[in-house]
């Protein structure tokens, strides 16, 4: 691996924390935003979906664009627009300018992530290839983290604004470090500039697999949207909120490079029942058995250790469900079905915790929302064996 290939995989990892930062920064901010503005938990969960909103029918143009465009093109506009949605969000006086200022952060970050499964596959092969998809991927969570720390002090001191303001430092860096550093990889097959679909077999297994990575990143990210919350009404201390959610975030870092390989010593499908079925028992157990600060922290290790190590091996399998020519539009099809539920799943989930008369409501939906991975995933890999039988990473 070249010098200049760790140095895109940089950019690219930079980008997805920021992408963590901002998706998570409503959700952390909630306890001020909630009162300030009187909103319902279902406005709260419609507000943090916004970043999402228009990723259902952006994702798939977009990769038709990479493919026509260039990858430097698009993600750097991504990377661009990710800025200017923070910088954006700052500024509003309310809910709808955030929403604005999120709906165009998410643009940005759907180019970005769209690309980026083509671009490792070009600059990356074999063991280095589940290594950089596991850097990139745990970058989500490392960057929900950083919200979670990060935050809260500087709402306190300087203001929510300010706080913020803060979302468009790491999507900046990445912008320009992707556009100073980015170049096409001296072996990478040729790609047609052409407009035009994978095949149908193609399509379906990017569908399947985009369920499969919808239910996880869903489920997990509206359980960390409504954990502050109702650890909060529990009563526990801002001191041991920050700390489960450290775990339940950051505990994935580890968490999903360590599952990466695994995957090719145990297989993905025991990878990923491990994770899948721990993370659902966690957000189960973090909010039908509580009590002292041992128990939350349990549960927060289950969800974001032994319940992380999985996202690496879904996303493989989603990147490899193409062909490499049809990577970077089929990668638009496969996100276009996580965007489809990454915006209505913080919604659904808040109005799951309205109508169980708080936040625990939510962290129930979103157990549920996760357990259902493990029917898609063996779907998939069904289909996979019968189609595909020579792709060993589709297959397991």
Known sequence: MTLRAWFILTALTIGRIAFGYQFQSIATLATDLVPRFGMTYAQLG??????????????????????????????????FLMTAGGV???????????ALGRTAAGVGAVAMIVMQGKVISEWFTGRYFMLAIGATVCAFSVGMGMAQLLLPPLDHAFGMHAALLSTAVPAGLAFLLFALGYTTPPHAAPTPRRFSMPGLRECVLLAVAGVTWMTFTSGYSAFASYLPSALTLRGDSAAVVAVVMTVVTWGNLPATMTGSGMAHR????????????????GMVGMTLISGPVLWPVVWALMVGVMGGVQPGVIMAVGTLSARPENRAVGMGLFYTIYYLGGTAAP?????????????????????????FGVPMFLLHRLLARRWHPARALVTG
């Open 46 to 79: 419609s507000l943090i979906g916004a970043y999402m909103l228009l990723g259902v029918f952006t994702a798939l143009p977009l990769g038709l664009l990479g493919r026509r465009f260039g990858d430097r093109i698009v993600v750097s506009i991504g990377l």
């Open 88 to 98: 954006w969000s700052a500024l509003a006086d309310g809910p709808s300018g955030m």
């Open 266 to 281: 145990f297989g993905d499908m025991t990878v990923f029942l491990v994770g899948t079925l721990a993370m659902a028992a």
């Open 347 to 371: 919604a659904l989930c808040g109005v799951a915790a309205d109508a169980y008369g708080g936040p625990d409501g939510g962290l129930l939906a979103s157990a549920a929302l996760g357990a």
